[in-house]
């Protein structure tokens, strides 16, 4: 992120990979570019539910003529706002952490949901189930409605719980006709100078979010994922204790997660 004036930031969204929060020496080809247009691509489709940080300004207009091609088709120039310091996260589908939490408590942050649910099961009503942002390197933690309250105060928690499910159902119907089960997603959001609550980052990218193809989904299973589970799967081979340095990944792992983030961008925008 770099300032761009007193009230924007340019967003360069580079190729770079984390897995089990260790960031990988190996890039993964055109991911940055792919994030972005997913990211352009549902703010102007979900613009009539909430307003949003990008400001329509080109990348190449704010930085020298020698810095163009760096950011052509990787950033965005948007507004800077006071961010909200939690994960707004929705879920259709138990999975990951949720799922952890239900066999643990049959409930996810809070949200008791029904007896009897198995791995990927739909639940019957998206829920929102924040997570605290974590520091780097560690992971976010499942909170509370109580928590969001205490950081955002309750009017704009409430709008924030509002506003994400929303977004949530119209993002996932789109997606099923597609092809595309979108499980979860999270959200970010921020405070102008008013008060005015915007969504703001990235938004329904595979790294935000666990797309699963509708083709492949059955309960039961951690259904494949269009998103970085080559790397993972790749890396739980590997002689590694997941602390810094990781291993190098193989060109064929990075070609491969490549292919699988650029399917997602082709099936949802085509």
Avoid: C
């Avoid at 408590?105 to 605290?132: D, K, N």
């Amino acid at each position: 992120m770099y300032a761009v004036g007193d009230d924007k930031l340019l967003i360069i969204a580079t190729d770079r990979i984390s897995a089990f929060d260790v960031i990988l020496d190996d890039p993964i080809p055109g991911k940055g570019a792919v994030l972005t247009a997913l990211t352009e691509f549902w703010l102007r489709k979900l613009t009539p539910l909430v307003p949003n940080h990008g400001t329509g300004i080109a990348p190449e207009d704010v930085v020298a003529p020698g810095e163009r091609d760096q950011v052509a088709g990787r950033a965005m120039v948007v507004k800077r706002l006071k961010p909200i310091l939690v994960e707004a996260v929705a879920r259709g589908y138990l999975t990951g952490s949720g799922w952890k939490d239900y066999q643990a408590r049959g409930s996810v942050s809070g949200v008791a949901l029904p007896a009897g649910l198995r791995q990927a099961s739909r639940i019957p009503a998206p829920v929102f189930t924040p997570a605290a942002k974590a520091e780097f390197g560690t992971h976010d933690e499942n909170v509370d409605f109580a928590y969001v309250v205490a950081q955002a105060g309750r009017h704009n928690a409430e709008k924030i719980r509002e506003v994400t499910l929303a977004l949530y159902a119209e993002a996932a119907n789109f997606a099923i006709g597609k092809g595309i089960i979108i499980a979860d997603t999270k959200f970010e959001f921020g405070l102008d100078a008013d008060g005015k609550l915007y969504l703001m980052d990235e938004v329904l990218t595979p790294d935000s979010s666990r797309f699963w193809p509708a083709s492949e989904y059955r309960e039961g299973i951690s259904p494949p994922s269009f998103d970085k589970q080559f790397v993972r799967d790749w890396l739980e081979t590997q002689p590694w204790n997941k602390t810094p340095p990781a291993p190098r990944l193989p060109a064929d792992i990075q070609a491969k997660t490549a292919a699988k983030y650029r399917e997602a961008l082709d099936r949802l925008t085509t």
